[in-house]
């Protein structure tokens, strides 16, 4: 097993549990204690966990596992996710994306997308001036894969960017987004309560995808099912907000009931 491989095996460890003993890690990942020693000091270093007598410890209440290290966790759920979410949005639509490995998904779906049928807006195929979609994000990773697809038209906003999700968020994010309009805005949450709605584990990107969601006509919640009946720190709207609600096939039928008798519609892929 690679160092970061097993990295990212600690930090989803931590990110469930809370805290780690040194022995139980090396059993978890098979390796000798002195490597898990070695691997929580390093880690401790990058100020991603706190170093304990005999292990480590979250930082804070609420840890938020960093952005590289979660994009291999339920990655077919999120990619069938992607490709399903990718087919409900229209051709010419402005999209607006906030950070997160679902939403990375989404964003490559669309790149892949090559036009045609349905409730899409036909355009002419030869004309590779127009944009098939509008995309406006705060989430660097997001802009930077986009970029280069010539018939995607990135709108980023301005920020300070988080290195943990590669958000921006702050004052000049809020002045951009009070700008444009949205289609759609397709959130990636970290929790779905079913009272207190949708949720993340930072206050400032709250109130970026609260922003998301303000500025659109639709509103589509990306989630690996995980996440739902999930608390995290900050809350983001309420599930009035939202229209749609794409997750995998493992939603139990109980809360998708519930979901649905909110007004919600829901796609299990």
């Not at 100020?47 to 979250?58: K, N, S």
């Amino acid at each position: 097993m690679s160092k970061h491989d097993r990295w990212s095996k600690l930090l989803e460890l931590l990110a469930a549990e809370g805290r780690l003993d040194v022995d139980a890690a090396a059993t978890a990942l098979d390796v000798s204690p002195a490597t898990i020693r070695r691997d929580l000091d390093e880690l401790a270093e990058q100020q991603m966990l706190v170093r304990t007598r005999g292990g480590a410890v979250a930082h804070g209440v609420s840890y938020e596992l960093p952005l590289r290290y979660k994009s291999s966790r339920h990655a077919s759920e999120k990619q069938r996710i992607a490709a399903a979410v990718a087919e409900m949005i229209a051709e010419g639509d402005v999209v607006g994306l906030n950070g997160g490995t679902t939403t990375t998904e989404v964003a490559r779906a669309l790149a892949l997308r090559t036009g045609g049928g349905g409730e899409r807006r036909r355009r002419d195929p030869a004309d590779a001036s127009v944009p098939l979609f509008t995309v406006v994000t705060n989430a660097l990773n997001i802009a930077g894969e986009l970029a280069v697809r010539p018939r995607v038209k990135i709108v980023v906003t301005g920020g300070v960017a988080r290195p943990q999700t590669y958000e921006l968020v702050g004052p000049l994010t809020v002045g951009v987004l009070n700008e444009v309009v949205l289609d759609v805005a397709v959130l990636g949450v970290d929790g779905v309560d079913p009272q207190l709605g949708l949720m993340t584990h930072q206050e400032d990107e709250a109130s970026i995808s609260r922003l998301f969601a303000e500025r659109a006509r639709r509103v589509i919640v990306v989630t690996d099912s995980s996440k739902m009946g999930r608390r995290a720190f900050a809350r983001i709207c309420g599930l009035d907000r939202v229209d749609v609600l794409v997750t995998d096939s493992a939603l139990p039928t109980g809360t998708r009931d519930r979901l649905t008798e909110a007004g919600i519609k829901v796609h299990a892929v």
